[in-house]
């Protein structure tokens, strides 16, 4: 328990960015228009691409014993690719907004 209190104090600093990052996160995703949506979403799905590539570096770099490593770079793996393939779907559907409908 007191090493737990000793890294909090020596890292305060940075849990203050965290929290700040938090809150400066929901004020700038509250303010886009839904016009710029679907640009957004295809950038987080590019971002996602790239966790899933360091994921599967993670694991293929993970020693056989190595557990913790090789369950939280599978776990990554899993939902990363969910959350490219629902951004997909959240990108089409947006996009099916924007077409002509067919008479």
Same mark, same amino acid.
Request: no cysteine; glycine share 10%; proline share 2%.
């Given at each position: 328990?007191?090493?737990?209190?000793? !890294?909090?104090?020596?890292?305060?600093?940075?849990?203050?960015? #965290?929290?700040?990052? /938090?809150?400066?996160? /929901?004020?700038?995703?509250?303010?886009?228009?839904?016009?710029?949506?679907?640009?957004?979403?295809?950038?987080?799905?590019?971002?996602?691409? #790239?966790?899933? /590539?360091?994921?599967?570096?993670?694991?293929?770099?993970?020693?056989?014993?190595?557990?913790?490593?090789? #369950?939280?770079? !599978?776990?990554?793996?899993?939902?990363?690719?969910?959350?490219?393939?629902?951004? !997909?779907?959240?990108?089409?559907?947006?996009?099916?907004? !924007?077409?002509?409908?067919?008479?």
């Amino acid at each position: 328990m007191q090493s737990i209190i000793d !890294f909090l104090h020596e890292n305060i600093e940075m849990f203050y960015i #965290v929290i700040l990052m /938090i809150f400066l996160g /929901i004020e700038i995703i509250g303010r886009v228009p839904s016009v710029l949506h679907t640009p957004l979403m295809s950038g987080a799905n590019a971002i996602h691409g #790239v966790v899933i /590539i360091g994921a599967i570096i993670v694991m293929g770099k993970a020693e056989s014993g190595n557990y913790t490593a090789l #369950v939280l770079g !599978f776990l990554a793996v899993v939902l990363g690719t969910l959350n490219v393939v629902g951004g !997909f779907v959240v990108t089409d559907r947006m996009l099916e907004m !924007f077409r002509k409908k067919k008479k």
